[in-house]
């Protein structure tokens, strides 16, 4: 369903001011979506005062900076800090990325640091994603290829490999489903641009036998169809995919494949 | 545990121009819909007779009425055109954030020009 406001216990209030103690001259204003579970208060905006002269360029920086030096309370993932295992993706300067690969500097103003849209928040920068991976596992994400007893590598053409580019290198961090608003009407039943991406990969892999089960399976009304070429998705994927197109030749080899 | 927050999302996601036309091919297809069935109204009150045309005809001329009519001109153009946008993307082409941004702009602006040229086309200036 499609509701356009928070809920009563997501609204955000001010939170607290963390006045900057260093005495630069280089600061800049970062506002930051904190809830803690232990409480019964509603989510909050706490904004620090960090020193730009000594912050390297990315908002995982700041983060760290923050962490380490102003209020240790804060908590986010993160892990490898080069764009690689998707952790520390959120919402910064009201778009989704990963922070370690997100330049501050292209933020212009205050820094606006936000979970991932529309999850129900763990805590602070950390929203829960286990209906996404339920979605994952939905689609059955492995190789099916039962008719051969092989047990070397099946060998696969230049061309069809090539067909798995741009859809291999995704790295589940969520940045495109939790960007597109259709995945925030109807993320129970939608499967949204990751999934669907990873939906692709299988389905145009050559070693896979499972090609139209695994069409059928994804033909449906709210499943795949719920995709309107928005392109939030392909606008935030941090490892600059196209989600948007993969859902599209989804649905072009559902329009001409006799299912 | 039940009480999570759920996480701000449309209040602070930025938008973007294929969000913008995407949007808006939604409220003019709603607007579409309202006008094509207030044209039937008032044709089928001009098959009523005279007067009502009069009465109609000059409720179109006032401020009003103009707006209107250039409104719904500008919401069919805009619809026609994000229409073939969407076309050329379900045979998969188009896809690329760089072609994307000018096709939504070629949206935008054609569908103000379109408005433009029907308006002038209309009063027989060209």
Request: with cysteine; aromatic share 10%.
């Amino acid at each position: 369903m499609v509701q356009i406001s928070l809920p009563k216990n997501s609204e955000v209030k001010k939170g607290k001011y963390f006045k900057d103690k260093t005495g630069s001259k280089n600061l800049k204003k970062v506002n930051v979506y904190r809830w803690d579970p232990s409480t019964e208060e509603n989510p909050r905006i706490d904004t620090y005062e960090v020193d730009m002269d000594n912050c390297p360029s990315k908002v995982l920086d700041i983060l760290n900076k923050i962490k380490n030096e102003i209020d240790p309370t804060i908590a986010y993932r993160r892990s490898c800090a080069h764009g690689v295992c998707g952790s520390c993706a959120m919402n910064m300067g009201g778009k989704n990325g990963l922070a370690c690969t997100t330049p501050h500097a292209e933020i212009d103003g205050d820094i606006d640091i936000y979970p991932l849209p529309h999850l129900k928040v763990k805590r602070d920068l950390i929203g829960d994603l286990d209906g996404l991976y339920k979605q994952y596992q939905s689609i059955e994400p492995w190789l099916k290829n039962n008719s051969t007893k092989q047990t070397t590598e099946i060998y696969q053409s230049k061309e069809d490999r090539a067909k798995l580019d741009g859809a291999y290198e995704c790295i589940m961090c969520a940045c495109c489903s939790t960007s597109c608003p259709s995945y925030w009407w109807n993320g129970d039943k939608y499967l949204g641009p990751a999934v669907l991406l990873q939906a692709y990969r299988w389905i145009v892999d050559s070693r896979d036998e499972e090609r139209k089960a695994r069409l059928k399976k994804v033909a449906d009304e709210l499943k795949l169809y719920r995709c309107h070429t928005i392109l939030n998705c392909t606008n935030a994927c941090p490892k600059g995919l196209n989600p948007a197109k993969a859902i599209a030749e989804i649905k072009k080899m559902l329009a001409m494949t006799n299912l | 545990m039940a009480n999570k927050p759920l996480s701000p999302h449309i209040q602070i996601y930025k938008w973007h121009i294929s969000s913008l036309v995407s949007i808006s091919h939604r409220i003019t297809g709603i607007i579409n819909i309202l006008a094509i069935t207030l044209i039937c109204f008032w044709i089928a009150l001009i098959l009523l007779g005279e007067s009502n045309y009069e009465l109609i005809n000059f409720f179109l001329q006032t401020f009003i009425g103009k707006f209107i009519l250039i409104g719904i001109t500008w919401s069919f153009s805009f619809q026609m055109l994000s229409e073939i946008r969407h076309l050329i993307m379900d045979m998969g082409y188009g896809f690329e954030l760089q072609t994307t941004k000018i096709t939504g702009l070629l949206v935008i602006f054609g569908s103000i020009i379109l408005t433009i040229l029907i308006y002038l086309f209309g009063r027989g200036i060209i």
